[in-house]
C-alpha cells in the first residue's frame, strides 16, 4: 500500500486549497478512504471519510460545509477541497486507508497545510 498526498501551502484565511492523494497497492475502488490532520502538539482529528461503495460522504463537524471529500476511482485518488480556510486548521494532513481514523489502517506521508490570519 502506497498513499502520496499532496496539495498543501500556505495561505490566508478564507482562502482554499485542494489536497490530493495517489494511492496503489491496494483496491482502491472497493476502500473506504478518510482525511486526517494534527496540528503541532496536539493528537489526530479525523476530518472527513469517503466510502469506496456508493461514494458517501461524512464531516467533522468543525469542517462541514467548508470541506468537501471526493475520490476518482479511475485515478485512484482521493482529494479533499478546503474553502473558508481558518487559521485552525492549520495541521498535518493525512490520507488512511478505511474509515475514520485508526492507527493500523496505511497513511501517506502527509502534506502541510498553513492558514494564517
Known amino acids: 500500500v502506497q498513499l502520496v498526498e499532496s496539495g498543501g501551502g500556505s495561505v490566508q484565511s478564507g482562502g482554499s486549497l485542494r489536497l490530493s492523494c495517489a494511492a496503489s497497492?491496494?483496491?482502491?475502488?472497493?476502500?473506504?478512504m478518510s482525511w486526517v490532520r494534527q496540528a503541532p502538539g496536539k493528537g489526530p482529528e479525523w476530518v472527513s471519510s469517503?466510502?469506496?461503495?456508493?461514494?458517501?460522504?461524512y464531516y467533522s463537524p468543525y469542517v462541514k460545509g467548508r470541506f468537501t471529500i471526493s475520490r476518482d476511482n479511475a485515478k485512484k485518488t482521493l482529494y479533499l477541497q478546503m474553502n473558508n480556510l481558518r487559521s485552525d486548521d492549520t495541521a498535518r494532513y493525512y490520507c488512511?486507508?478505511?474509515?475514520?481514523?485508526?492507527?493500523?489502517?496505511?497513511r501517506g506521508q502527509g502534506t502541510q497545510v498553513t492558514v494564517s490570519s
Open positions: 488512511y486507508t478505511g474509515f475514520g481514523y485508526n492507527e493500523n489502517e496505511a
Open positions: 497497492g491496494f483496491d482502491f475502488s472497493t476502500r473506504s
Open positions: 469517503i466510502t469506496g461503495s456508493n461514494g458517501s460522504t
